[in-house]
Antibody
Framework: EVQLVESGGGLVQPGGSLRLSCAASGFTLRSYWMHWVRQSPGQGLVWVSR????????TYADSVKGRFTISRDDAKNTLYMQMNSLRAEDTAVYYCARSGGAYNLWGQGTLVTVSS | DIVMTQSPDSLAVSLGERATINCKSS????????????LAWYQQKPGQPPKLLIYWASTREFGVPDRFSGSGSGTDFTLTISSLQAEDVAVYYCQQYYSSPLTFGGGTKVEIK
């Protein structure tokens, strides 16, 4: 079955770190650009970051630049997001998404809560 | 950044009636390479991830019912649900994938009248 499964979310204090994972099955990650999108409680969708199919190009939203790092392990067919210096405003459900231009496959999301 | 503006924020439509959602981009999202607009529509139901409905502004994703259609070009786009069904209650988002940062509209909540 073609799917994406996120994990790694949880409760973290401001200034803390988390690493999100997105395990792909049924297809090869390195064939696609992959993205992270987040959704704060009751709010809309916001693009966070992307990585190219060859892994050489990464791009970030201004709000996370310098704090978040997107990466990929081809052997594990898994996408990651290392999140450092977390802030309250980073609280959201984080989705990984496969891009074929538009996002044609989404994970179920993982909730990150930044609070003391 | 390209700003995507959706209207209305919400609408209530009777079962079997037409629902129309508009999306305006602050600049063109037309790819010169294929003469297609990099505009997608997603449906999100509570507690679920978004689901792709339409891409290239008017191409229906595989398995999406034909009551969903996308139209428009340049900077003005429309999602139409021709005959609203109970299972169509959701929030709908437009998105441009023409340039980074990829941006979404604010969403339109569709309810049954």
């Amino acid at each position: 079955e073609v799917q994406l499964v996120e994990s790694g979310g949880g409760l973290v204090q401001p200034g803390g770190s988390l690493r999100l994972s997105c395990a792909a099955s049924g297809f090869t990650l390195r064939s696609y650009w992959m993205h992270w999108v987040r959704q704060s409680p009751g709010q809309g969708l916001v693009w966070v970051s992307r990585i190219s199919s060859d892994g050489r190009t990464t791009t970030y939203a201004d709000s996370v630049k310098g704090r978040f790092t997107i990466s990929r392990d081809d052997a594990k067919n898994t996408l990651y997001m290392q999140m450092n210096s977390l802030r309250a405003e980073d609280t959201a459900v984080y989705y990984c998404a496969r891009s074929g231009g538009a996002y044609n496959l989404w994970g179920q999301g993982t909730l990150v809560t930044v609070s003391s | 950044d390209i700003v995507m503006t959706q209207s209305p924020d919400s609408l209530a439509v009777s079962l079997g009636e037409r629902a129309t959602i508009n999306c305006k981009s602050s600049q063109t999202v037309l790819y010169s390479s294929n003469n297609k607009d990099g505009l997608a529509w997603y449906q999100q139901k509570p507690g679920q991830p978004p689901k792709l409905l339409i891409y290239w502004a008017s191409t229906r994703e595989f398995g999406v019912p034909d009551r969903f259609s996308g139209s428009g070009s340049g900077t003005d786009f429309t999602l139409t649900i021709s005959s609203l069904q109970a299972e169509d209650v959701a929030v709908y988002y437009c998105q441009q994938y023409y340039s980074s940062p990829l941006t979404f509209g604010g969403g339109t909540k569709v309810e049954i009248k």
